[in-house]
């Protein structure tokens, strides 16, 4: 099965950056379709940040467009999100997610802290 374990949140001046990191285990991510990053605010709903699909399509929420990117690393299992110029807003728990349909799998991470502020 699977694995996924976020690492590289921590706290950033607002205009900084961060690169988040989702290191699989147990399994390639060539098995998931569908990877992506979600975050979720204090008292807010879990949202799509950003999402990369089978051989490099990505997606990325209207708030980040432009300041953030997706890749994957098929050499070093994992998947990155660099966020740069980042704002209070982007203040969240960072979780990443993947998934195939065909394999039944669905399978979530346990997060990174990203707190932006002065």
């Known amino acids: 099965q699977v694995q996924l374990v976020e690492s590289g949140g921590g706290l950033v001046l607002p205009g900084g950056s961060l690169r988040l990191s989702c290191a699989a285990s147990g399994g390639s991510i060539s098995r998931l379709t569908v990877m992506g990053w979600y975050r979720q605010a204090p008292g807010k709903e879990r949202e799509l940040v950003a999402q990369i699909i089978g051989g490099g399509v990505t997606n990325y929420a209207d708030s980040v467009k432009g300041r953030f990117t997706v890749s994957r690393d098929y050499a070093q299992n994992t998947m990155y999100l660099q966020m740069n110029s980042l704002t209070p807003g982007d203040t969240a728990v960072y979780y990443c997610?993947?998934?195939?349909?065909?394999?039944?799998?669905?399978?979530w991470g346990q997060g990174t802290q990203v707190t932006v502020s002065s």
């Open positions: 997610n993947g998934r195939s349909a065909l394999l039944g799998m669905n399978i």
